[in-house]
């Protein structure tokens, strides 16, 4: 059962927006594309050929809805997954899939995130010892921080999302998003 409800709640609500369901929507996300055939409910990776797992076809089916709808423009007022409202059962877990398996990753070496760079829509930004923004979907920027180990303190890294992503995804969407980014870095 699982993600039954809310994929088909997703997919009702996509229907109800687009205009020509016989059309397959195609949308980017991270370094993929997904083909969206709304008429027989199925999701595609290009790149694989295969079916998108559920909980990936729901942030995909939910950001195409919001896209029919009209994205809101990027704020450039960054936010930290602490600061959202609504998030204090949600913490933990955020930490847990989303933070904690990038300072596994990159705690001995940082400056190996930049090598994201060619194979991710990504490009380096300003703050920390090594910072990268990530397009994970057309207007929606995923900003991720990494700090170095030293004398005092042990590595670390932190995510940061462009506030308007509050008015695309509810905030399990967002773990989702979050965690997503990390296994792609």
């Not at 409202?85 to 933070?99: D, I, K, P, T």
């Not at 300072?103 to 380096?124: F, S």
Request: net charge negative; hydrophobic share 45%; aromatic share 12%.
């Amino acid at each position: 059962m699982g993600y039954e409800v809310a994929l088909n709640k997703a997919w009702e609500d996509l229907s109800d927006l687009n205009p020509n369901p016989a059309k397959n929507l195609l949308v980017k996300f991270l370094a993929d594309e997904y083909s969206v055939d709304i008429a027989q409910r199925r999701i595609f990776s290009s790149a694989c050929n295969v079916q998108a797992k559920d909980f990936i076809s729901i942030l995909l089916l939910h950001y195409l809805a919001k896209e029919l709808k009209g994205l809101p423009a990027p704020s450039g007022q960054w936010l930290t997954f602490r600061e959202f409202s609504g998030v204090e059962g949600y913490y933990e877990a955020f930490y847990r899939r989303c933070l904690k398996p990038v300072i596994r990753k990159y705690g001995k070496n940082p400056d190996a995130l930049k090598d994201v760079v060619g194979r991710l829509p990504v490009h380096l930004s300003d703050g920390a010892d090594v910072s990268l923004v990530i397009e994970a979907f057309a207007g929606v920027p995923v900003l991720v921080k990494f700090w170095k180990q030293d004398a005092e303190f042990a590595p670390d890294a932190n995510m940061y999302f462009d506030s308007s992503v509050k008015s695309i995804f509810c905030i399990e969407d967002i773990v989702v998003l979050a965690q997503m980014v990390a296994s792609q870095l």
